[in-house]
């Protein structure tokens, strides 16, 4: 099916009724929240870190040793994960130390420091979409928020200007390849699919033969979260991988992980799985507007050595960011 009906944008979710749009009240909008985080475009409550470490730093004394467990329960809460905050902590403490610090707003920034450079060296870098046709993989869990975020990134991407397919490679759900088609249909953009239990590959495969086709800038696939095993949900993924490396050398482009924060450290064990496997070329941490626990982007820096691209940051159309390590880490650390 190669389906191009043209319909308004800026809808929040597929409704089931294409055409129709939901109304706004149906998003949930919780309110921007204050401190300039608008380069992450969050609008979500605080990590709840900052909070305890507030409480920690609250005296204004000297960072004692205490202050430095504090600041390692305060991490592990937050979902940082036990073996990058050790090293969090330990790096922080050594900065604080070479700097003369004597004051809990020393050690706070001592802090921020070691987190952003975390960050950084991951290679958290602007997201470039390579020359065309571009092919991005999406992988990740069922309900990790996959469909959405390909939505989200499809719309980005037209309204920078370029043309866009998508492609619903997980033929293994039928209500994924209707929810990808709608969305579609909202957006104004070719969809690519097969019946449910088509092969996947046959799929990818025709999504590259098209965007090349019709000189399209992009397709962004979406693949089966769940299969009867890791292993054949693996073998599947990687089946799609080399279909179009052989199709289009070069390609895919990017191998972007759709990951949910709010599933902390679940969460990496299944990036671990996946990265390992798959290539994942970076990382899109969903639903940071609904975790009180930010800290596994840290962790997933840290562990896995993968760049966070983008974040999604609520529900609506427009509600994904770029990654921006400057502004997350003042997100996570305000009280
Ligand atoms: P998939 O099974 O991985 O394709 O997941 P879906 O795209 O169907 O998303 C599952 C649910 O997560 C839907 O209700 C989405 O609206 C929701 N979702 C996706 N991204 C975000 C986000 O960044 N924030 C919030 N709050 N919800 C999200």
Known sequence: MFDRRRQRRGTARPSSNPGELLPPATMPRPSRAPGGLGGLGLRARHSGLGARLRSI????????????DGIEEALVAGDVGPTTTLEVVDGARTRYVKSGGRSADLARSALADEIRDRLSGAGVR???LGPPPAVLLFIGVNGSGKTTTIAKLAARLQREGRTIALAAADTFRAAAIEQLRIWGEQLGMPVIAQRAGADPGAVAFDAVTAAESRGLDAVLIDTAGRLQNKTQLMAELGKIRRIVERRLPGQPRHVLLVLDATTGQNGLAQ???????AGVTGVILTKLDGTAKGGIAVAIADRLRLPIVFVGVGEGIEDLAPFDAGAYVEWLLAA
């Not at 730093?57 to 430095?68: D, I, L, Q, V």
């Not at 990036?271 to 496997?277: D, K, V």
């Open 126 to 128: 602007g997201f470039e």
């Open 271 to 277: 990036a671990e799985a996946f990265s390992q496997q």
């Open 57 to 68: 730093f609250g005296s204004g004394a000297e960072a004692s040793a205490a202050t430095w």
